[in-house]
């Protein structure tokens, strides 16, 4: 039977002795060993299945495409549940449970998330993209309510559910929409859930992938080049060799070493002695001009709505500005990290990732072996920031662990995770627009150039735009960062609203609502700024107010700055307040415990981190360089959620960072009338000033 | 043949080798298993690899094995005291005051040891006190009311 038609109906999954198709972990008798209880399988559509469940590149393998999780309910009771989403601090494994717990009538307690494992879990895309809460938790809500469906009513601790399955294993699948509950309804969704496992982690017992020790495990290091791009002309190895216990691998443009302790595989790598090629490469004091280069192939096209030229014609006041986005780095406190353990020609690794499948293919592809030979675990991990897609540190140490014949942990060191991950793209914003005497934007034409395309289209309510993103040259390796493009938009977008409002003489969140249409931008907007109590306070001298909204990935978010500048010293932010709306909310503080950190972490990217190179090297890949938000840094923070249980509830681990640089750089200006628009706002190096403009 | 020196984790004795360089991070996290403590930057620069000695937030990457010997360590491991956690384990989880967890040890074992010598720190203070801990999910204003919250159990418990 094809299991990839879109349309299932559930009964034909309601099967008494097991399943009747060829689930790739049947064949390994999986269900067997659960010792039978019940199983319930949720599938998703073909549409869905790029991200949770999908195939796009899972050539050969035997897992229906569709299933997006499943849970089990053990004999005695025990709940588990298996899905690819991953836990990196953004509280899925909670919010899952919850949702588990909703439909189930069963205690949190009882219940047990299996996530990114690809042996025991079902395919996932990964975790980004806000997409484990509008996807995986109504995946999850729909097989718990299918599983209690299948139970006797009554509360969860008179059930005998050893009688339930007495005929063994009893299996279902369940497709649809099913019936959920309604939010209003809701007992456990919709509350403050504590963090599940959080015991283990204030006692230190959570094992992240870099405690994981395995007998026999060596320790492995990398050899890096010095700059990037490098070719390794030559290795002379032999001093490393001779440090006992040491396996040197020396394959391609691949060097590095294993060794009983740390310390010696620090000492070992330290005694390679390699001769690297390079040309030479550009630096951060031309990136935005070297932005402006067209990628091969890019044609600079945008898409034009109405008539920019008309728009501009129609303005009593119009305006040019262009801004400016460094590279920036997300420095998880959690280095990249892998252990990697060869068994025969099988594979397995722990790794922190937020792709164990993309990274099993990415070690099938470099080991040429079947991705059924290879198990990636992803213990929950020590954050990511959407810095952890790729599965580099499992790939090199898999090639030591070969190597070497014994399991090798590999713990990048920070240097490393400073200049061998990838970066937050940087981006050049060119915007033009026009505002008509009654303060209504007329025209918009925005440019980005290299950061993305997330975020750019305006929610203003503007007749004639222009909007266009083009793919640039660019000189250091980049990718997904909590909320991609969207805050390099949102910053270009939301200080060119604030520079019309000044043009038009508008009060900013005035001029703001006068070109809305939208009213659940509105209405965070209004949220953020009642509790700031914007336009009733007044601002003391060397203090300033800036306010910024945005929309992106379902959900909505305002936020209000108050600077004090006072001379001599950086501005200071000392107090945010942001209103966030997603839907119905899930877990309240678990949310707000996001949208605090989305402000503390855009706090950096929006004042001083800046990735500083030159040549083709990191200049300053460590924390004493490299200045991240500290205590010190961080301002009153007030959050406004917005609860709309009417709403279906939206990803909220990325989208409250958006408006956190706008609001500041509006606030700056507010209070010193000096309008900055180059990210961050003090400066691209310590030892550079700070550009008034972006200097291109 | 090294000789060998002695050091008290958790109020239990260890022999170790001390190799030259070699940091007491190394020795807890590799020799004796001991992984609460983290390593985040091997510069002193983040925190998550604070243990107590003597009482005293120090910073175990920065610190010679060699240097702690007969010296009384804490690490992170050792303040949940026959199954009860130390009240700022118990405040950081009332608080919610982590998301990926992996700054806490570091965060609760500095705070623990600002409130022995400080029972009930100001704001100002616990700023002061962990301004060399970096949390990048950004809980500071948690991590903050989380040991006001301790002090304050403390000061209950004593009563």
């Known amino acids: 039977m094809s299991l990839n038609k879109p349309t299932l109906e559930p009964e034909r999954y309601e099967l008494r002795e097991g399943p009747a198709y060829n689930f790739s972990f049947d064949r390994r008798g999986f269900f067997k060993a659960l010792g039978g209880g019940i199983v319930v399988v949720s599938f998703i559509s073909k549409a869905r299945g790029q991200e949770s469940g999908g195939g796009r590149g899972r050539g050969g393998r035997n897992i229906p495409q569709e299933i997006a999780a499943w849970l089990h309910i053990h004999r005695n009771g025990a709940v588990t549940v298996y899905t690819g989403k991953v836990e990196v601090g953004q509280n899925a494994r909670t919010s899952l449970t919850q949702a588990v717990a909703e439909e189930l009538g069963a205690p949190l307690g009882s219940i047990e998330l299996v996530m990114g494992d690809t042996e025991r879990t079902p395919y996932d895309m990964g975790t980004f993209g806000s997409m484990t809460t509008p996807q995986m938790v109504p995946q999850l809500r729909k097989a718990a309510a299918a599983a209690r469906a299948m139970l006797p009513d009554g509360p969860w601790e008179s059930i005998n559910f050893a009688e339930v399955a007495k005929n063994g294993t009893l299996v279902k699948g369940v497709t649809g929409a099913g019936k959920p509950k309604q939010a209003v309804d809701w007992k456990v969704m919709g509350t403050s859930v504590p963090k599940v496992h959080g015991r283990e982690m204030v006692t230190g017992k959570h094992r992240y992938t870099s405690d994981v020790k395995l007998p026999e495990m060596l320790y492995g290091r990398v050899l890096r080049p010095e700059k990037f791009d490098s070719t390794l002309v030559s290795l002379d190895s032999s001093a490393a060799k001779n440090i006992a216990g040491v396996t040197v691998v020396h394959d391609g443009e691949f060097a590095g070493v294993a060794a009983t302790t740390p310390h010696a595989a620090a000492a070992a790598v330290g005694a390679l002695k390699a001769e690297w090629k390079s040309q030479p490469q550009t630096s951060s004091k031309t990136l935005f001009s070297d932005l402006l280069q067209p990628a091969e192939g890019d044609r600079r096209q945008a898409n034009e709505t109405g008539s920019i030229e008309k728009g501009l014609a129609e303005a009593a006041h119009k305006l040019e500005s262009t801004y400016t986005v460094a590279y920036i780095a997300h420095a998880p406190l959690e280095p990249r990290a892998a252990v990697a353990e060869w068994i025969g020609d099988k594979l397995t690794v722990w790794t922190g990732t937020q792709r164990p499948f993309g990274v099993q293919s990415e070690l099938a592809q470099a080991f040429h072996i079947p991705e059924q030979n290879i198990r990636v675990f992803m213990p929950d991990t020590g954050s990511g920031y959407g810095g952890k897609h790729t599965g580099e540190a499992a790939i090199e140490a898999a090639r030591l662990a070969k190597a070497a014949g014994k399991p090798v942990k590999l713990v990048w060191t920070r240097e490393e995770e400073f200049t061998w991950a990838y970066f937050r793209p940087a981006g050049v914003i060119r915007v033009r627009s026009g505002v008509d005497k009654n303060g209504r934007v007329t025209a918009w034409e925005f440019h980005n150039y290299n950061s993305g395309t997330s975020g750019i289209n305006t929610l203003y309510d503007i007749p004639n735009r222009k909007i266009g993103f083009h793919a640039s040259k660019y000189p250091l390796r980049q990718g997904s960062y909590r909320g991609l493009a969207a805050t390099a938009n949102h910053f270009a977008r939301e200080v060119h609203m604030d520079e019309l409002a000044t043009a038009a003489g508008v009060e900013p969140l005035e001029f703001r609502l006068r070109n809305l249409k939208d009213e659940r931008f509105k209405a965070v907007l209004r949220a953020a700024a009642d509790r700031f109590e914007w336009g009733k306070r007044k601002a003391e001298a060397g203090t300033g107010f800036g306010i910024a909204g945005g929309f992106e990935k379902g959900s909505y978010v305002a936020a209000c700055a108050e600077i004090r500048c006072e001379s001599g010293k950086p501005p200071r932010v000392v107090r945010m307040v942001e209103s966030f709306e997603c839907g119905a909310v899930v877990n309240p503080d678990h949310l707000k415990n996001q949208v605090e950190g989305s402000i503390v972490q855009g706090l950096g990217g929006a004042l001083f981190e800046a990735v500083d190179f030159e040549d083709g090297k990191i200049l300053n890949p460590r924390f004493s360089k490299y200045r991240v938000p500290r205590f010190h840094d961080t301002p009153e923070i007030d959050v406004v959620l917005v609860d709309r249980k009417d709403l279906p509830s939206a990803g909220a681990g990325e989208t409250p960072i958006v408006t956190v640089a706008p609001a500041i750089a509006n606030a700056i200006f507010a209070a010193t009338g000096e309008r900055l628009r180059s990210l961050p706002l003090m400066g691209t190096s310590p030892t550079r000033p700070a550009a008034s403009g972006a200097a291109i | ?159």
């Open chain 2, 1 to 159: 043949m090294p000789r060998t020196i002695e050091i008290v984790v958790n109020s239990v004795r260890h022999s170790i080798d001390p190799e030259p360089d070699r940091t007491l991070l190394s020795v807890l996290r590799d020799e004796l298993d001991l992984t609460g403590t983290k390593y985040g930057c091997g510069e002193g620069q983040c925190g998550a690899c604070t243990v107590m000695i003597d009482g005293l937030a120090v910073r175990s990457c920065q610190t010679r094995a060699a240097a702690a010997a007969g010296r009384r360590i804490t690490t992170i491991e050792g303040l949940e005291q026959h199954g009860r956690l130390h009240p700022l384990q118990e405040a950081f989880l009332e608080a919610g005051a982590l998301q990926c967890g992996y700054c806490t040890p570091g965060m609760i074992v500095s705070g623990a040891a600002l409130l022995a010598r400080n029972p009930n720190p100001s704001e100002s203070e616990i700023m002061q006190a962990m301004q060399g801990n970096v949390c990048r999910c950004g809980t500071y204003p948690r991590i903050i009311a989380a040991v006001k919250l301790a002090a304050q159990k403390r000061k209950r418990s004593v009563a």
